[in-house]
C-alpha cells in the first residue's frame, strides 16, 4: 500500500496550491479519503474529507470557502485544491485512505507534503 503526495510548496499569502495523493496497492474507490495538516507544535488536524463515489465532501470551519477535495476513482488520485492561502494553512499535508466496518479498519497514510505561506 502507497499514498504518494505532492504539490507542496512554498506560496505566497492569497496564492492556490493543488495537492495531489496517488494511490496504490488497495481499492481505492472503496476507501473514503482525507487530507489531514500538522503545524509546528500543534495536533494534526482533519482538513476535508470525500466519500467513497465523491458525492459528499466535509471540511474543516478554517477552510471552508477556499478548499476543495475531489477525487479521480480511475486515476487513484485525490486532490485538494487551496486558494486564498493564508500563513497559518502552513503545515505538513498528509493524505489518508479510511475504510471500517463494526469488525475491521484499514487505515493508510502517505509521508506528507510541506505547504509553507509566506510572503
Known amino acids: 500500500v502507497q499514498l504518494v503526495e505532492s504539490g507542496g510548496g512554498l506560496v505566497q499569502p492569497g496564492g492556490s496550491l493543488r495537492l495531489s495523493c496517488l494511490a496504490s496497492?488497495?481499492?481505492?474507490?472503496?476507501?473514503?479519503m482525507n487530507w489531514y495538516r500538522q503545524a509546528p507544535g500543534k495536533e494534526r488536524e482533519l482538513v476535508a474529507r470525500?466519500?467513497?463515489?465523491?458525492?459528499?465532501?466535509n471540511y474543516a470551519d478554517s477552510v471552508k470557502g477556499r478548499f476543495t477535495i475531489s477525487r479521480d476513482n480511475p486515476k487513484n488520485t485525490v486532490y485538494l485544491q487551496m486558494n486564498s492561502l493564508k500563513p497559518e494553512d502552513t503545515a505538513v499535508y498528509y493524505c489518508?485512505?479510511?475504510?471500517?466496518?463494526?469488525?475491521?479498519?484499514?487505515?493508510?497514510w502517505g509521508q506528507g507534503t510541506q505547504v509553507t505561506v509566506s510572503s
Open positions: 470525500i466519500t467513497r463515489a465523491g458525492g459528499s465532501t
Open positions: 496497492g488497495f481499492t481505492f474507490s472503496s476507501y473514503e
Open positions: 489518508n485512505a479510511y475504510s471500517g466496518t463494526d469488525y475491521i479498519e484499514y487505515d493508510y
